[in-house]
């Protein structure tokens, strides 16, 4: 039988960081500073929220880009960026299905957006080109065979 550590990291964190403080609240005379062991904990498993959101970010970044500049460079490096980022995701997800959700996704977005943009803006591409909202799904930031058409192709 797989653990929870195994199976979903940052689910055993949340559980861990519940299990702690509940403890903690008891009044056990333990040795045990379990306030800042239970915060070290939470700060682990915002670091891996925060990993998975930064590769989003770039891999989002880099479609957009991808979509929307007229550049002929540097496509090859935005492709590459967008291969990493994915496999990052991939290795993360794998150690914390949990994290796989949609939120995570919309969260990356807007900050991706506006990465997008001030990048594209040297292309002549004005901020308002770029969709309000997410225009690829999560099966198609994940998927490694997945590239956008580029607009301004003939």
């Known amino acids: 039988m797989t653990s929870l550590y195994e ?3 940052a689910a055993w964190i949340d559980q861990q960081v519940c299990a702690i403080r509940r403890v903690a ?3 056990t005379n333990l040795p ?4 800042n062991v239970a915060e070290e904990l939470a700060d682990m498993g915002r670091s891996e929220k925060r990993a998975l959101k930064s590769a989003l970010v770039r891999i989002i970044e880099h ?14 490096g935005w492709r590459r960026s967008v291969a990493a980022h994915r496999q990052q995701v991939a290795d993360i997800v794998a150690d914390s299905p949990s994290l796989g959700g949609l939120e995570s996704l919309d969260a990356a977005y807007d900050d991706a957006r506006q990465l ?9 591409i004005a901020d308002s080109a770029l ?12 998927d490694r065979d997945f590239w956008p058409t580029n607009r301004h192709d003939n």
Do not use: H, M, W
């Open 7 to 9: 199976a979903d990291f």
């Open 25 to 27: 609240k008891s009044g």
């Open 32 to 35: 045990i500073d379990f306030d």
């Open 63 to 76: 479609l957009l880009k991808l979509e929307f500049s007229p550049a002929n460079e540097p496509r090859a």
């Open 116 to 124: 997008a943009a001030l990048g594209l803006q040297q292309d002549g």
């Open 131 to 142: 969709p309000a909202e997410c225009p690829y799904s999560r099966a198609q930031v994940t």
